[in-house]
């Protein structure tokens, strides 16, 4: 075998690693706040452009997209509705965020990056450049960050090419606190 294949295949498994190792760190414990999708879009900016015959809007300037539990903010943001009324927003910022509380509990997974792309059928956030998500204290970073709340699942990527624009060095970087642990019940003491 070629030092070529061998590389491809070390980035292969690299890859599998870093997405079982977010799988275990999150599963079970990212999934959205379900009432989020009955509850109706509201959003706010300093400028809205509306084309109804293509059901797209454009807003501009402290944008704020607010669906029960989740928030997104931006600069700018195109909102796209398909046929069944679910919406597509891509927000552009420095940074774009959003937050989300998790279903059933009292915490929230928050997510910044420059470029967001949030699909509102697929329950589906996506961070593009600067990517940073964060689920209490355990935190990501990378060039690109999926976030499937329905399916609990996050995959996170470098770009193999560093850049200082990206501030990631080219690698993904994770920082996860340790749990605390349950007393255990002592047996000897009825």
């Known amino acids: 075998m070629t030092s070529g294949g061998s590389r491809s295949n070390r980035g292969r498994m690299k890859s599998f690693f870093i997405i079982f190792f977010l799988n275990v760190l999150f599963t079970g414990s990212v ?12 959003l706010e900016a300093d400028r809205a452009t509306v084309q109804d015959a293509n059901k797209l809007a ?17 600069d700018k943001m195109t909102v796209k509705e398909d046929a069944n009324g679910f919406q597509q927003a891509t927000a552009f910022g420095n940074l774009a965020s959003f937050r989300q509380k998790r279903d059933g509990r009292d915490e929230y997974v ?3 990056s420059e ?21 209490g204290q355990d935190e990501v970073h990378g060039d690109y960050i999926s976030y499937d ?12 090419n560093a850049s200082t624009q990206t501030h990631t ?5 994770a920082v996860i606190q340790p749990k605390k642990k349950e007393p255990k019940p002592d047996a000897e003491n009825p």
């Open 31 to 42: 999934l959205a706040e379900r009432a989020d999708k009955d509850k109706p879009v509201h």
């Open 58 to 74: 454009t807003f501009t300037g402290n944008v704020v997209l607010t669906q029960g539990t989740l928030v997104i903010r931006a």
């Open 110 to 112: 928050e997510g910044w």
């Open 115 to 135: 470029r967001m792309e949030y699909d509102g059928k697929a329950d589906k956030v996506q961070l593009f450049k600067k990517a940073r998500l964060r689920r």
């Open 149 to 160: 709340a329905i399916n609990e699942f996050f995959q996170v990527t470098s770009n193999n």
């Open 169 to 173: 060095e080219g690698r993904v970087r």
